[in-house]
């Protein structure tokens, strides 16, 4: 058994108890994701403007010849983090149309490419772009009203199959004997 996975079995309790931890908090911010929304648009502000001043710092430390560029990408970074602490409100109505446009075009591009490339299992990707392009539209269809809830729902979601998928994980590598990997040939 590789060392990796060792490592993994060896502490199956503690990536059990996590997974636990993120699928009750996933549960959480399903049930409350007006909330959950709201949190959702303070931790992009925070991070945009943590981003923008650490990109100003390493314009200055880095960049002499091309700083004005990093700054300017610095200002605007902060700028907009600071607009989404201003008014976070309007910040989940932006962000929650610009999910539903991106889940338009990127339905429809998997779509196109499924039909286009024909690769194995390609049926997949057709259910998965279809399936991004109706969230797209019943997110669209429903904004303005869709842009309190949707941002906490995608968390809670996201956060929900994080521990479930920890949780599997621990109970498989607690549970079963793994097959021995062949060793890669060096050339």
Same mark, same amino acid.
């Given at each position: ?6 490592? =993994? ?10 997974? =636990? ?19 959702? =648009? ?6 945009? *403007? ?6 100003? %710092? ?12 990093? *700054? ?31 889940? %338009? ?5 998997? *779509? ?24 797209? %539209?019943? %997110? ?48």
């Amino acid at each position: 058994m590789s060392e990796p996975l060792e490592s =993994v079995r060896s502490n199956w309790g503690w990536m059990l108890a996590f997974g =636990v931890v993120l699928a009750l908090w996933g549960l959480f911010a399903i049930a409350y994701s007006v909330f959950f929304t709201a949190v959702s =648009v303070f931790a992009v502000a925070w991070l945009l *403007i943590i981003g923008g001043v650490l990109e100003a %710092i390493h314009a200055f430390r880095h960049h002499r010849r091309h700083a004005v560029w990093y *700054i300017v990408e610095a200002m605007l970074a902060v700028a907009a983090g600071f607009l989404l602490l201003r008014s976070p409100a309007e910040g989940a109505l932006v962000i929650t149309l610009l999910l539903a446009a991106y889940f %338009i075009f990127s339905g429809i591009f998997r *779509i196109a490419a499924a039909f286009t490339l024909r690769m194995p299992n390609w049926g997949w990707l057709v259910f998965s772009g279809l399936l991004s392009l109706a969230l797209g %539209i019943v %997110i669209w269809g429903g904004w303005p009203a869709t842009a309190f809830w949707v941002l906490g729902l995608f968390v809670g979601i996201h956060l929900l199959f994080m521990g479930l998928s920890r949780i599997m994980l621990a109970v498989a590598v607690r549970s079963g004997p793994f097959p021995t990997l062949p060793t890669p040939r060096t050339v």
